[in-house]
């Protein structure tokens, strides 16, 4: 399966001055936004958690070498929600991500969570998300997939295309749960 990653100009909630380069002709009223967003009355909106507390993946795959997370492999679920698709991505090492403990994610170095924004149906990408804090628990993980729960995140709209850095001004939002189990299930019950 090919996930193509392209950004989208839109609009984002916290508006800069317009750069041609880079806002082209996608301004809302006197304000640059990042792609996440849209724009209504003039301003910057960032979208509401589009994440359901238990997705229902219609895709998983797990790939590797992925230019943006060196060294991890990554497990990646497409999701239905009011309409539109969207995906999360959890990179990790398998044989360093522990099961049944509680992992910090703004420190972790062996698993990193993302959501992907608007996916069309030529797997093209509006904005994604990194869970930049929270608490995940893995329940199961092997080479060919993890399963666990992430709960009290703060998603960060991010640079998709370099570093996973996030971007600056860019949207974010909280996530209280989502509990998922993308390609294999790795032998949970």
Do not use: W
């Not at 149906?121 to 869970?131: C, D, E, G, L, T």
């Amino acid at each position: 399966m090919r996930f193509a990653i392209v950004a989208l100009a839109a609009c984002s909630g916290s508006p800069h001055a317009p750069d041609a380069e880079v806002c082209a002709a996608q301004t809302c009223g006197t304000a640059c936004c990042t792609p996440a967003a849209d724009c209504g009355d003039d301003a910057c909106a960032c979208p509401r958690n589009f994440i359901p507390d238990r997705p229902t993946f219609v895709t998983g795959v797990v790939v590797q070498n992925l230019p943006q997370i060196p060294g991890l492999l990554a497990a990646i679920g497409q999701f239905d929600a009011a309409g539109q698709r969207y995906a999360e991505l959890v990179a990790y090492d398998p044989a360093q991500v522990p099961t049944g403990v509680d992992i910090d994610v703004a420190t972790a170095s062996a698993v990193k969570i993302g959501f992907g924004y608007q996916i069309d149906a030529n797997q093209a990408i509006r904005s994604s998300f990194r869970a930049m804090t929270g608490t995940l628990r893995v329940s199961a993980v092997c080479a060919d997939g993890i399963a666990g729960t992430l709960t009290n995140a703060t998603l960060t709209e991010i640079d998709v295309f370099e570093s996973l850095d996030p971007i600056a001004g860019g949207c974010t939002m909280t996530l209280p749960s989502v509990t998922f189990a993308i390609a294999d299930t790795c032998g949970a019950p």
